[in-house]
């Protein structure tokens, strides 16, 4: 019989975390490592995901700090290599890494446009190459893995000047159900979240005017998400029973409408 597992301890797991260095990510690498798993924060900031490493190892849990830019192949292969090595492979991985960029299509920021892709896309493929063998084994070994990828509400709905990272998102989306379909029966869970507006540093990306009004003025009329309302999200889908694989989870602000 496989391992039944409980939201209120994930002890014996290791979960890697993309885009760890702050917001959603940070939040999540923390609030896992609190559950007992031994977390693997993965970003860009070295001086960042040591700091998150630093607090996770005071508070009690174990983490390991890993740099690497998801863009690049090379590197997040050398990281899951590390990662196979010592802690001996992951079992939940948090797909996070990711930016926003709105901007009016007429306008042509292409090098916007290629950024998005290139993080929310390829960067998202390059880690799932990388570690799918990790999750595949520790579900042959313990009956479960969990592959969880971060999406938005933008996926499904409309939103004026986000073309390009909506379409970023319903491919992330997308995806997840396919990966689903393939990985399932070898006991690999996929999930994809879609959060509403949450409170990170994904805003302070923004350029765009319009688009800056538009967020400035949502805070008027509802109370955003916090990163810590998705990280317990997380937790509470890798807590799950290994016969239970939340497909799609949608996370709005209560007063956000769509």
């Excluded at 916090?226 to 290994?242: E, H, K, M, N, V």
């Amino acid at each position: 019989m496989p391992t039944e597992f409980s939201a209120s301890s994930l002890t014996g797991r290791v979960a890697v975390v993309t885009g760890a260095s702050s917001g959603i990510g940070e939040a999540s690498a923390e609030h896992l490592a609190e559950l007992g798993a031994t977390v693997v924060v993965l970003a860009r900031r070295a001086d960042r995901l040591a700091d998150l490493a630093a607090r996770i190892e005071k508070a009690g849990g174990t983490a390991v700090a890993v740099t690497a830019d998801v863009t690049d192949a090379a590197a997040v292969q050398a990281a899951a290599d590390r990662v196979m090595a010592e802690p001996g492979g992951a079992d939940l991985l948090f797909n996070n890494a990711g930016v926003m960029l709105p901007a009016p299509v007429e306008e042509r920021p292409v090098d916007q446009w290629q950024h998005q892709i290139d993080l929310n896309v390829t960067g998202l493929m390059n880690v799932i190459g990388a570690f799918t063998p990790h999750l595949v084994k520790a579900a042959a070994e313990r009956g479960v893995a969990d592959l969880i990828n971060t999406s938005s509400i933008a996926a499904q709905n409309i939103f004026p000047h986000f073309a390009v990272y909506s379409a970023t998102k319903a491919y992330v989306t997308h995806l997840s159900r396919h990966l689903r379909a393939e990985l399932g029966a070898k006991n690999v869970r996929v999930s994809a979240i879609e959060p509403g507006i949450v409170g990170t540093e994904l805003q302070n990306h923004v350029t765009y005017d319009g688009a800056l009004q538009w967020l400035e003025g949502s805070k008027e009329t509802m109370e955003w998400l916090t990163p810590q309302d998705i990280a317990r999200t997380i937790g509470f889908i890798a807590g799950l029973s290994p016969r239970v694989n939340l497909q799609q989870v949608t996370i709005m602000p209560t007063r956000q409408p769509s």
